[in-house]
């Protein structure tokens, strides 16, 4: 398994580019399913999870070719000669439950693994599972797997969420587009990752009205045609990358960054003393003073913080001055990156839900283990701003979010190797 060598090494100053969004093409790529004709999605991020999701649509039939050094996925699934996503795939990607949806929509059957838990948390599917039965399917679990079917099709229905699911609103979206009739979603996600899905599968004919919305209104269609889509830029690297000169000093601009997809985030950034501004190709961040301020923070369902941002936030607060608490309440165990934070010298307590942060003048690099994709970068992070070395270890949570994570980080400055398995 390889390791990432971070040598806490002074401000940082440049340019870092910001892919197309791995939370978005893992719903892009499904969508491919609902029709028999060509969907090409450009700006792909370049990531083992699409690797991952692209073994799976193969496992089912369709046909994934990546072009331009994997940026572009030219997709079609004109014959499925499977339907059912075996648990070896499903287990490894939880976002594989994406394929439950539109191959119920388009086939009437779907036989998919439960994907199990994750670092993170239980990560159950009921709430997918009750979407889509309120849409006509007939859904029995059976050793292990989920057998859904509906065979006249599904029937366009009212879904009511009893809280924000990104995962469960997708699947409805996706399903609701060949729906006979009409499909209402209350309580959606509002993720830009939901409005960029619907972006697409109007592009590909759908009927749909409140994207973005708390509310989204789907009139079936009865089929989808081809479409060429660019996937939207990732928020959560975007995000990420805005920390480094946070954390470290010095001015860095993210290309194709905007500010309306990390809104909330900025406005904590902002509380804390880090200066963010719009130019022509994206956003420049830096510090306003030497340090910054202790904030508090809660994770919220979009447009409030983002969790996969609250890893981050919290390498960022082990260096300010004050005590900050951070609130997680989406998944019930995300703060495993603290552990190892402490073994840097940060000051941390975790109590259920919320972690008390003591910021401290000056972390120390030490030998650490990525536990989950975001844990494992804001431990890069917090090297960055480490006296002396840090050693990431596992970084293959890393690869399945991060594209090139060293390239784009020594191109600003810092020192930062990995270290390849021997
Ligand atoms: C998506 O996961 C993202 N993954 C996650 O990003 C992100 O953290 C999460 O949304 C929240 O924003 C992808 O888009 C591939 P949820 P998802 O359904 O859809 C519970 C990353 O780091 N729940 O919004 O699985 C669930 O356990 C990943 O890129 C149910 O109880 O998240 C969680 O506590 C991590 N039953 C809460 O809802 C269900 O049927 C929100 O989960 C579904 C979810």
Do not use: W
Not at 73 to 89: F, R
Not at 152 to 176: C, H, Q, Y
Not at 243 to 262: D, F, N, Q, Y
């Amino acid at each position: 398994m390889d390791s990432i060598l971070v040598t806490g090494n002074g401000p940082l100053s440049g340019q870092i580019p910001i892919a197309g969004a791995k939370n978005a093409c893992l719903t892009l790529m499904p969508a491919t399913l609902l029709s028999d004709e060509p969907l090409t999605l450009t700006n792909a991020p370049r990531l083992s999870d699409i690797r991952t999701m692209t073994a799976l649509l193969g496992s089912l039939g369709a046909e994934v070719s990546t072009l331009q050094d994997g940026k572009v996925l030219a997709m079609s699934s004109h014959d499925l000669t499977s339907h059912t996503a075996d648990y070896d795939i499903v287990r490894k990607m939880r976002a594989s439950i994406l394929v439950l949806g539109p191959m119920l929509a388009r086939d009437g059957q779907a036989v998919v693994s439960l994907p199990g838990g994750c670092a993170i948390g239980a990560r159950p599917v009921d709430l997918h599972l009750r979407a889509l039965e309120a849409l006509g399917a007939q859904m029995e679990l059976k050793d292990g797997y989920v057998h859904a079917r509906a065979p006249g099709g599904l029937k366009g229905g009212r879904i009511d969420f009893p809280f924000v699911s990104v995962g469960a609103t997708e699947n409805a979206l996706m399903a609701a587009t060949l729906a006979k009739g009409t499909t209402v979603i209350g309580n959606a996600a509002r993720e830009p990752e939901i409005v960029d899905l619907a972006a697409c599968l109007v592009k590909m004919g759908a009927q749909i009205d409140g994207a973005g919305t708390g509310t989204i209104t789907v009139q079936g269609v009865e089929r989808l045609h081809g479409a060429t889509h660019p996937v939207v830029t990732d928020r959560i690297e975007l995000g990420t990358y805005m920390l480094a000169p946070a954390i470290c000093g010095g001015e860095v601009e993210l290309l194709g960054g905007r500010k309306a997809l990390v809104g909330a985030f900025c406005d904590k950034l902002d509380e804390a003393g880090i200066e963010v501004t719009e130019t022509e190709r994206g956003l420049s961040v830096k510090r306003r003073e030497d340090h910054v301020k202790a904030v508090n923070v809660t994770t919220e369902p979009f447009p409030g913080f983002p969790t996969d941002l609250q890893a981050q936030m919290m390498a960022l607060l082990c260096t300010a001055d004050g005590v900050s608490v951070l609130e997680e309440t989406i998944f019930e165990n995300r703060f495993m990156h603290a552990p190892e934070l402490m073994r840097m010298g940060a000051r941390i307590d975790v109590h259920g839900g919320h972690a008390t942060v003591t910021g401290v003048a000056q972390l120390k690099g030490a030998p650490v283990m990525a536990t989950d994709l975001r844990a494992s970068v804001s431990l890069i992070l917090a090297g960055l701003a480490a006296a002396g070395d840090t050693l990431v270890s596992r970084v293959y949570h890393l690869d399945r979010g991060y594209e090139h994570v060293v390239g784009k980080l020594r191109g600003v400055g810092a020192r930062i190797e990995r270290i390849h398995a021997t």
